[in-house]
């Protein structure tokens, strides 16, 4: 009979073989001579098998004979996981190693804005997820303890001191394994290959056990198939729910497990591993699930009626006598434990550490700095040293608090549905761009508040919650009974907790990040991480100088240690090409320090050193928020100078226009300046000469001086008519003509103009109205409006060059306007100068009678100050010009009616 | 020597006080009152100075010398300009186009005399054979 000492002494001899692998890996890793196989897919897949706990080593028989096949969908999980998701699982590998993520909660936390509540809530969540899974590993330790005490009459077996120990035990064997180097990142290759040889002890022992029943005890396969059917194994039906529930479940805690993600993520060496353990982990699992039903088949046959289903592993080859066998069994049992302890206890100390306690201590060393305060790294040691106590702590309270009288496989679903709570928010941080921290805080939140209230609470029983809550619903509401949540009865207690926890959690998740607006950094990581294979490294926007290098460098050396952190710095300073003692702070550079600190300390922690330094004081989300505000601002600073410049240009633009304007203003006045000095110099020549050849010919005949005192006399009457027109356009032109508004027929208006223009003509044109059309009462200047028509008048007469000239004036009234025609029968303006005829100083044929060419003129100009126009009517045959006038308002021609 | 003027001025009244002084003081004086033929005028004419006016209808008076003075034999003609426009730019145009004189108007019927006899005895004498010639038909 193997005695209790023998069985401690035999535990110790495996342990410390497990050491003297996992130091000689260690050295070799570190001297780089590791050997092929330590590198190899192999080791990786063997590691994954972390998953395998004591729960499967002696949980699935137990499982087996208490519910038949079911035992099988924890395996299924995983299975369909590793052959239908490996793309997901790629992806978040690739995640975990661009970002250099260090837990579970690291990655989340970086996903949603680098967040340390987030990190913190779900390192919270976590550890209380794990808890009854630690507790069940000491639970599987202890009762394998007390077979062999048992057996062992001579020892006085006390469970509560078993436990104890066995944690006490554990915690130091973690602490020993997990925390002998800082860096979480730089792959633990001593305990993956520890890990390994445990896998592979584990899956031996197992087989080991199986093959005796089969073929030791049975006889063979037939008979133990025969032997299965008879047992009540064979009576078990599917539960469809249950069985999807439970797969469904497997699967999420598979991907969501701390530990897990340890060995799946952090420890990962090479993305292409994932292709091997794709095929190969399954077929462990298979391998590990073979014997399960023949050992829990043969176990209720041959064990008494009562005994511990859990323990057939160990019991029936006891029950056999085969003392070598069970001690093998014991000792993958042992391996199954105590993998996952240290696992677990690793990757949830680094979650605490990195984001609980580092934050906190770099709080407190407040304004010190990280740069000049102690050594970082015996503090994340210590950190890390006492979170694995503390958990191991956590996990022996449980299990005496449960009473340690549950059978494994349910204990172990309880923390799968707790850790399954992470599930929407790292699927969605994957694949949905939109997720955000909000989302996810929200999702978690509720997810984990009724997995706590439908499993937890009703799991640990009498002691917490009163089974009046438990029957009757929180505050009597039986809506709020913990097991028939919103009423809905009659479903497994598992399915009840997965349903709602999950789906609720989920339509949180979705909702609240569909209602929130996720934060800069969010949307940067965001984007990291669902296109992360299109740019699975990029700038993150560090600056800093070279002066903050050195600082840069104090800090390095504090947390990864003086030869690494010179090291590191040596390597970046060659890759940069750079001659300076130290590399250019480029936020490349600053990146992958980050990340190389991350490893460390943690993502958040990293960026907030980095932010102290480099940003000379810790940078959180909010003041990101500030940089990124302060960052629009000059946006629309800039955007505000870039229209100024545009209004500027526009400006100047305009300035260019007016002054081109100006100078032809300038050029015009010159030019009108040179032509009224002609006007005026040509009458003055005239009268001039004449006056002196009056003054000096006095005996000229008379005739010839009455012509040449005419000439004189005409001379002068166009200099008077000039110089009056032109006052007439300089006022017009002024526009300081007052117009003298007043009501009156046209038909009075034009007999005057006709009357006034053909006075004193010695023939006098044909004029031709229509007295009818010209019945028109208007509001006009009127003077000013017989001074147009005398004009056009007296121009027909003047210009019309027909035998019988002959002016017809035709009204017509259009759009809002009256029209008057003055149509005269001779050749008329040629078309090229049509234009120009209203121009000053404009004449049309050289043979004028006295006109400066300012008549059109001044035309234009009144009928533009009266709100109409005149214009030339090309095509009437002669001569032809229009005038438009306004139709006057409504109010004014009925009071003048 | 003959005292033929060709006087090209649109302006009827001026060319008529032009014409006065001008076959009071013995000249014969042929009046043309467009730029767009003044040239053919000229030449037909074959006088022994032209006056000229600046701004003509048809063509104006710098065209119109501009012409004059691509044609053989008329390069050295005399050729008095009166203008109304008295700014200095016209001065000096009408002198790079081949002036002889210019004169701006008004002016006094002693200074036309005087710049017409001047142009005419300058002419003479830089021109001898024209000056003999010009003694044969009096």
Known sequence: MASLNMLALVCLGYVALLFFVAFLADRRAAQGRSAAWMRSPLIYTLSLSIYCTAWTFYGAVGYAARSGLEFLTIYLGPTLVMVGWWWGLRKLVRVGRSQRVTSIADLLSARYGKSNALAIGVTILAVIGITPYISLQLQSITLSFAIFAEADPLRSYHETTTVFWVTVGLASFAILFGTRNLNANERHHGVVTAIALEAIVKLVALLAVGIFVVWGISGGIGETLQRIDASRIGEWRVDGGRWTAITFLSAAAFVCLPRMFQVMVVENEDERHLRVAAWAFPLYLLLISMFVLPIAAIGLELMPVGSNPDMFVLTVPLSQGQQGLAMLSFLGGFSSATSMVIVAAMA?????????????????????????????????????????????????????????????????????????????????????????????????????????????????????????????????????????????????????????????????????????????????????????????????????????????????????????????????????????????????????????????????????????????????????????????????????????????????????????????????????????????????????????????????????????????????????????????????????????????????????????????????????????????????????????????????????????????????????????????????????????????????????????????????????????????????????????????????????? | MSRHVVLIEDEPNIAEAIRFLLTRDKWQVDVHGDGADAVDVIRAADPDLVILDLMLPGKSGLEVIAELRAVAGLQALPVLMLTARGQLKDREMAERAGVTRFMTKPFSNAEVLTAVRDLHAQAGQLDPARADSGQVPS
Not at chain 1, 614 to 643: F, I, R
Request: with cysteine; hydrophobic share 45%.
């Open chain 1, 348 to 897: 949830l100390s680094t979650m605490v550490s990195n984001h609980m306690v580092m934050p906190i201590w770099l709080r407190l060393q407040g304004a010190a700095g990280a740069s000049v305060s102690g050594d970082v790294r015996n503090v994340v040691l210590f950190a890390r040293r006492i979170s694995i106590a503390v958990i191991m702590a956590l996990g022996y309270f449980y299990y005496t608090l449960s009473g340690g009288g549950a059978a494994l496989a349910s204990v172990g679903l309880i923390s799968f549905v707790g850790i399954s709570q992470m599930l929407p928010a790292l699927v969605g941080g994957l694949f949905w761009r939109g997720a955000t921290r909000s989302g996810a805080l929200a999702g978690l939140t509720v997810g984990y508040a009724l997995w706590v209230y439908t499993m937890l609470l009703p799991a640990l029983g009498g002691g917490l919650v009163p089974d009046q809550v438990l029957a009757e619903g929180l505050f009597g509401l039986s809506w709020l009974r913990p097991q028939a949540l919103f009423g809905i009865e009659g479903l497994d207690s598992i399915v009840h907790a997965v349903l709602w926890s999950l789906s609720l959690n989920a339509i949180a998740f979705c909702l609240v990040s569909l209602m929130t607006f996720p934060s800069p950094l969010e949307r940067l990581q965001g984007a990291q991480f669902v296109n992360v294979f299109e740019h699975s490294s990029g700038p993150r926007g560090w600056t800093g100088s070279v002066a903050q290098c050195e600082d840069l460098m104090v800090m390095s050396q504090r947390i990864l240690g003086a030869t690494e952190a010179q090291a590191f710095f040596q390597r970046e300073l060659e890759h940069q090409g750079g001659r300076g003692p130290l590399p250019d702070p480029t936020p490349m550079f600053l990146e992958r320090l980050e990340r190389e600190l991350g490893a460390s300390i943690g993502a958040a922690a990293a960026h907030a050193m980095i932010g102290q330094i480099v940003g000379g004081s810790s940078v959180s989300v909010q003041d990101l928020l500030a940089v990124a505000d302060e960052t629009a601002q000059m946006l629309e600073y800039s955007n505000k100078l870039e229209e100024k410049s545009e209004e500027l240009s526009r400006t100047a633009r305009q300035l260019r226009v007016t002054n081109e304007k100006l100078t032809q203003i300038s050029q015009q006045k010159d030019a009108f300046l040179s032509q009224v000095s002609h006007e005026l110099r040509t009458p003055m020549t005239s009268i001039r000469a004449f006056s002196e050849i009056l003054r000096d010919d006095a005996d000229m005949p008379l005739a010839d001086k009455n012509r040449y005192a005419t000439i004189i006399h005409d001379e002068a009457l166009r200099l008077t008519r000039l110089l009056n027109d032109l006052l007439d356009l300089s006022v017009l032109e002024s526009g300081q003509v007052s117009l003298n508004m007043s009501a009156g027929q046209l038909d009075e208006v034009m007999d005057h103009a006709v009357n006034t223009a053909l006075a004193g003509s010695e023939h006098p044109m044909k004029v031709n109205r229509t007295p009818d059309s010209e019945a028109l009462r208007i509001s006009s200047d009127l003077d000013r409006l017989a001074q147009v028509f005398i004009n056009l008048i007296a121009n027909a007469q003047k210009y019309c060059d027909a035998k019988s000239p002959e002016l017809t004036i035709r009204v017509s009234r259009g759009l809002g306007q009256i029209w008057i025609d003055f149509i005269d029968n001779g050749s008329g303006v040629p078309q090229d100068h049509q234009q120009l005829i209203f121009e000053k100083f404009s004449r049309v044929s050289p043979e004028r009678a006295g006109g400066a060419g300012l008549g059109l003129a001044i035309c234009r100009e009144i009928m533009q100050r009266l709100g109409g126009d005149i214009s030339y009517l090309a095509g009437q045959g002669g001569g032809s010009f229009r005038i438009s006038l306004p139709v006057e308002g409504k109010n004014l021609s009925q009071s003048h009616i």
